[in-house]
């Protein structure tokens, strides 16, 4: 009873809502050399305020709009609580005449393929996903990490730092994304110290893993009681909770995506030894320099060491700290950029990356 | 008649007052973060009504809506609280997906028939441990539901990253992240959509409108629920026992063969709700799969007051609700957490709104039934009988 009211009410409401303009669906009209370039950019699970991936995008897009100024207009979305209505966010910017659109996260990666060809005027940047047989000439540009190998760094970082020999690992959940920093930080510690003990924990099943401080702080509270001195976390916004029981307990911790050195409170910086920085800023700000040159080319851009797109962060807060352990990283990284280190992916090259240290 | 015909009248007005109050606490929190709330109510109403393609969005939004509301229902007329159907449809999907992938050359109309099937056990599997649980140990179900919506996240996570990830996405080794998805479900086992059907009308829905036959299903579906509960036998006893389990027993209702039965009945549908973004839609079960369903359709249930019919219009509001939600993000941009705010105050003013018209329809009804003693030997008014439940 109640409900058919409900609806002869939503039918009524429907009779002003049509009253009141024209309609608004034309397409807009294509942009003019005069008028601003539009570039929009959906967020992943987590959204604006992780201070790590999320953050970190929205970082290349503030500087592009620095920059540019009145040349561009940016506007950016977080998708609803579980993330369902991505793609239908994403095709009202396009409908809206937007030039760029970004997707924050691989999860975009089959509704960016579905969109590319519905609009083929629309320019896509997709991170961290990867679409086959794209070309210079596609609408997209897959932009690509090599994140196992900025975990490396930090993972020989943390083993040369550890005074307990014992050092921890938080990842937000486990999928391949994230086993990479896991492979790839275990590795480079291995590779320092074979004998070092290493604990790893995962907080979740569901998207909400990447932003549960509070399961962050309990995971690490427990592998700092367990004897870890120093814990890396890919966890985005859930990775806060891991800085929180540093400071707790005394111990270090490592920050992600971003130089979360500059992010954290002033009481947690000491404890934050180095970040293991992913550029997705960069990654952002290069395309949409691109577009605005007139130089977008569609494809896969590769940031990997060589190209500063991983590494770990030197700041005015942990200089000191890294002081000692500066040259030796510089020493791995030169080794892996030339490809007499092959850091390892997955579980799987884990296990023979350690093997192959015993000889 | 008389009075029926006030009874809608205070009805309108009712949930007008209601929506009126939500309207004006959102402008309050839409005036708070500096926008015009008139521009911002035009324009979600324009964008919600006034573009062809939005009122195949509202009707695919609710259609998972409609399962879950019923789910939620049925459970609730016979009083038990099924907080699970957010695990059992999870689990749904997860089976329906695996028929989907995995048994290939079947032609369409037994494959598509035997991936619901599917589903449909899937959460009713999910249904039968907090039932068994219910009638064996006397566990409380919103515990025992809760708990197996962490355990159904985390066997779908164990299915869909580890078990059943797609190995087949040739990425070059080191660079970017793979889609944490199961294989796609074949095409023999994919729910068609309904652009054929609504063309026959001259209706032209865009193609990017995943509008399927579930939502046709969900209808016939909801109208199956009400006969159950109001023209059968058991129905009567789902009734009872909803009302009082004990002397429902003194009169001879098994009530725990009853308890069991409709939570399993209920969780076979919960088991549908996930299935037409899964065959409609998305095409593969991944970690990304539409979550909260099963906690929205505890509102859709309340909001229709546990009436089957009623499941069906509150789904449309709340597929009205998050198609607007779209567009002021999209094109008002009005933050999603804003636009959550903005949600909920309608969800909370229109669910007091409901329970002061019960209320007020409960003492006309007593007001009208000591009347009707008094005049003669009244007609019994099924309508009532309805009402006052």
């Known amino acids: 009873m109640l409900a058919l009211v409900l609806v002869l009410s939503l039918t009524l409401l429907a009779g002003c809502g049509s009253k009141d303009d024209a309609k608004?669906?034309?397409?807009?009209?294509?942009?003019?050399?005069?008028?601003?370039?539009?570039?929009?950019?959906?967020?992943?699970?987590?959204?604006?305020?992780?201070?790590?991936?999320?953050?970190?995008?929205?970082?290349?897009?503030?500087?592009?709009?620095?920059?540019?100024?009145?040349?561009?207009?940016?506007?950016?979305?977080?998708?609803?609580?579980?993330?369902?209505?991505?793609?239908?966010?994403?095709r009202l910017l396009a409908q809206q005449g937007y030039d760029l659109i970004f997707g924050v996260?691989?999860?975009?990666?089959?509704?960016?393929?579905?969109?590319?060809?519905?609009?083929?005027?629309?320019?896509?940047?997709?991170?961290?996903?990867?679409?086959?047989?794209?070309?210079?000439?596609?609408?997209?540009?897959?932009?690509?990490?090599?994140?196992?190998?900025?975990?490396?760094?930090?993972?020989?970082?943390?083993?040369?730092?550890?005074?307990?020999?014992?050092?921890?690992?938080?990842?937000?959940?486990?999928?391949?994304?994230i086993q990479k920093f896991e492979a790839g930080y275990m590795a480079?510690?291995?590779?320092?110290?074979p004998d070092i003990k290493i604990q790893s924990d995962y907080i979740g099943t569901t998207g909400d893993a990447f932003r549960d401080p509070v399961k962050g702080r309990e995971l690490a509270l427990s592998q700092y009681q367990r004897g870890a001195d120093i814990i890396y976390h890919a966890a985005g916004a859930s990775g806060t909770g891991l800085f929180e029981a540093a400071v707790q307990t005394g111990n270090l911790a490592i920050g992600v995506d971003a130089d979360q050195s500059l992010t954290v409170s002033e009481a947690q910086r000491s404890h934050v030894l180095t970040s293991m920085m992913k550029r997705v800023d960069v990654a952002v700000y290069n395309t949409i320099v691109d577009l605005v040159e007139g130089n977008f080319e569609g494809g896969y851009h590769m940031f990997g060491l060589a190209e500063e797109g991983v590494g770990y962060a030197v700041n005015d807060f942990n200089r000191e700290m890294m002081a000692d352990i500066v040259d030796e990283l510089e020493v791995i990284k030169g080794k892996i950029i030339d490809g007499e280190i092959v850091v390892p992916v997955d579980m799987e090259d884990l296990a023979e990356f350690k093997a192959s240290l015993g000889n | 008649m008389n009075y029926k015909y006030k009874d809608w009248l205070m009805q309108i007005a009712f949930t007008f007052g209601a929506i009126l109050f939500a309207m004006f606490i959102g402008s309050?929190?839409?005036?708070?973060?500096?926008?015009?709330?008139?521009?911002?109510?035009?324009?979600?109403?324009?964008?919600?009504?006034?573009?062809?393609?939005?009122?195949?969005?509202?009707?695919?939004?609710?259609?998972?809506?409609?399962?879950?509301?019923?789910?939620?229902?049925?459970s609730f007329r016979v009083g038990l609280f099924n907080i699970g159907a957010e695990g059992q449809y999870f689990i749904g999907a997860l089976a329906a997906s695996i028929v989907g992938f995995s048994l290939q050359g079947l032609p369409w109309f037994i494959h598509l028939p035997l991936v619901i099937l599917a589903g449909m056990a899937g959460?009713?599997?999910?249904?039968?441990?907090?039932?068994?649980?219910?009638?064996?140990?006397?566990?409380?179900?919103?515990?025992?539901?809760?708990?197996?919506?962490?355990?159904?996240?985390?066997?779908?996570?164990?299915?869909?990253?580890?078990?059943?990830?797609?190995?087949?996405?040739?990425?070059?080794?080191?660079?970017?992240?793979?889609?944490?998805r199961m294989p796609k479900i074949l095409e023999s086992a994919r729910m068609p959509t309904m652009?054929?059907?609504?063309?026959?009308?001259?209706?032209?829905?865009?193609?990017?409108?995943?509008?399927?036959?579930?939502?046709?299903?969900?209808?016939?579906?909801?109208?199956?629920?009400?006969?159950?509960?109001?023209?059968?036998?058991?129905?009567?006893?789902?009734?009872?026992?909803?009302?009082?389990?004990?002397?429902?027993?003194?009169?001879?209702?098994?009530?725990?063969?009853?308890?069991?039965?409709?939570?399993?009945?209920?969780?076979?549908?919960?088991?549908?709700?996930?299935?037409?973004?899964?065959?409609?839609?998305?095409?593969y079960m991944d970690t990304d799969f539409p979550r909260g369903y099963g906690f929205t359709g505890i509102a859709v249930a309340l909001l229709a007051n546990n009436n089957a019919l009623g499941v069906v219009l509150a789904a449309l509001l709340f597929g009205f609700l998050r198609r607007g939600a779209e567009g002021l993000q999209a094109i008002e941009q009005i933050p999603m957490d804003v636009v959550v705010i903005l949600e909920g105050v309608i969800i909370l003013s229109i669910v007091v709104a409901s329970q002061l018209m019960r209320r007020y329809f409960k003492t006309?009804?007593?007001?009208?039934?000591?009347?009707?003693?008094?005049?003669?030997?009244?007609d019994g008014d099924k309508e009532g009988l309805e009402n006052v439940e």
Request: aromatic share 12%; net charge negative.
């Open chain 1, 105 to 177: 996260g691989f999860m975009f990666t089959e509704h960016i393929d579905k969109l590319s060809k519905e609009f083929p005027d629309v320019k896509f940047g997709l991170i961290d996903g990867y679409i086959p047989d794209l070309t210079a000439d596609s609408n997209v540009v897959s932009l690509l990490f090599t994140e196992h190998e900025g975990s490396f760094l930090v993972g020989a970082a943390a083993a040369l730092k550890s005074e307990n020999n014992s050092i921890g690992f938080i990842g937000g959940m486990q999928i391949p994304l």
């Open chain 1, 24 to 90: 608004q669906d034309a397409p807009a009209p294509a942009p003019t050399g005069e008028e601003p370039l539009k570039i929009g950019l959906v967020f992943d699970v987590g959204g604006r305020g992780d201070l790590s991936f999320n953050d970190m995008a929205y970082a290349g897009l503030e500087r592009a709009k620095l920059e540019y100024g009145d040349k561009i207009e940016i506007e950016y979305l977080e998708p609803a609580g579980s993330g369902d209505n991505r793609e239908e966010l994403m």
């Open chain 2, 195 to 283: 652009h054929d059907f609504v063309g026959i009308f001259g209706v032209e829905m865009p193609r990017y409108i995943y509008l399927n036959w579930f939502f046709v299903i969900g209808i016939l579906l909801a109208i199956a629920v009400y006969i159950l509960i109001w023209k059968t036998p058991f129905g009567m006893e789902i009734r009872a026992v909803g009302q009082n389990p004990h002397a429902s027993e003194t009169v001879g209702i098994q009530s725990k063969k009853v308890y069991l039965k409709t939570f399993l009945i209920s969780g076979a549908i919960a088991g549908l709700i996930g299935l037409s973004d899964l065959l409609g839609y998305i095409g």
């Open chain 2, 364 to 378: 006309q009804e007593k007001k009208r039934e000591k009347e009707s003693q008094k005049t003669s030997a009244s």
């Open chain 1, 188 to 193: 480079g510690a291995y590779y320092v110290n």
């Open chain 2, 123 to 180: 959460g009713m599997l999910w249904a039968l441990i907090p039932a068994l649980l219910k009638v064996k140990r006397g566990a409380h179900e919103v515990i025992t539901t809760i708990m197996m919506n962490y355990i159904a996240y985390s066997v779908v996570h164990y299915f869909v990253a580890d078990l059943f990830l797609d190995k087949a996405q040739n990425l070059p080794k080191g660079y970017g992240s793979p889609m944490v």
């Open chain 2, 28 to 74: 309050l929190v839409i005036m708070f973060i500096g926008k015009n709330p008139i521009t911002v109510y035009q324009s979600m109403l324009q964008f919600t009504f006034g573009r062809s393609d939005s009122i195949g969005a509202i009707l695919f939004k609710s259609t998972p809506l409609i399962f879950a509301g019923l789910a939620v229902a049925l």
